[in-house]
């Protein structure tokens, strides 16, 4: 509650700039959503919004510009979609079957390519979504009877843990290499 008086009295005057620093920490999801469409409202009338957060699924709803840091130095700064571009990311598509799906079942469909595949499970890197539907008819051409299929898009985590080459600060900590 502290956290939602103190954002709205920042907000009450319709400022023309709003500093944000991390303003979701130990807020409810009511109140986060509440706290977003806030925050949206002001930046639409107008006023520019300076967000800080460690949350990447905030800066990608909120920010029409994002900056990531990383060691106290800027990695890449760009709108979110084009940072996710330029982290060299693609959607990937992953199968589970009922049958394992035969050798070169994908054949020569333009963006896909295997990227694994296991008893029941395939997973498919896609250039453009719009092969997803070709991809799904090989599948079931190649007797692979779909059981679930589930798009993953790149968001903008994948990019900045691509983006910087790290995946866990802690495998890098003193503190990990002596446990």
């Known amino acids: 509650m502290r956290r939602r008086l103190n954002l709205a009295c920042g907000m009450l005057h319709r400022p023309a700039v709003l500093l944000l620093d991390e303003p979701m920490v130990g807020v409810d999801p009511q109140s986060r959503e509440r706290i977003f469409e806030a925050i949206e409202t002001l930046a639409r009338g107008g006023a520019a919004v300076l967000y800080s957060t460690h949350q990447m699924d905030e800066a990608e709803r909120l920010c029409a510009r994002v900056v990531l840091l990383d060691t106290g130095r800027v990695v890449a700064a760009g709108t979110p979609a084009a940072l996710v571009a330029g982290a060299g990311l693609t959607p990937v598509l992953h ?65 900045f843990l691509a983006l910087t080459g790290r995946a866990l600060r802690d495998e890098e900590s003193p503190a990990a290499a002596s446990a």
């Open 95 to 159: 199968l589970r079957t009922a049958r394992p799906l035969p050798p070169g079942w994908l054949g020569a469909i333009a963006g896909a390519t295997l990227a694994e595949s296991s008893t029941s499970e395939t997973t498919v890197e896609v250039t453009d979504t719009a092969t997803v539907p070709a991809i799904l008819a090989a599948a079931l051409r190649a007797g692979g009877d779909v059981l679930e299929m589930a798009l993953a898009r790149p968001s903008l985590a994948d990019a």
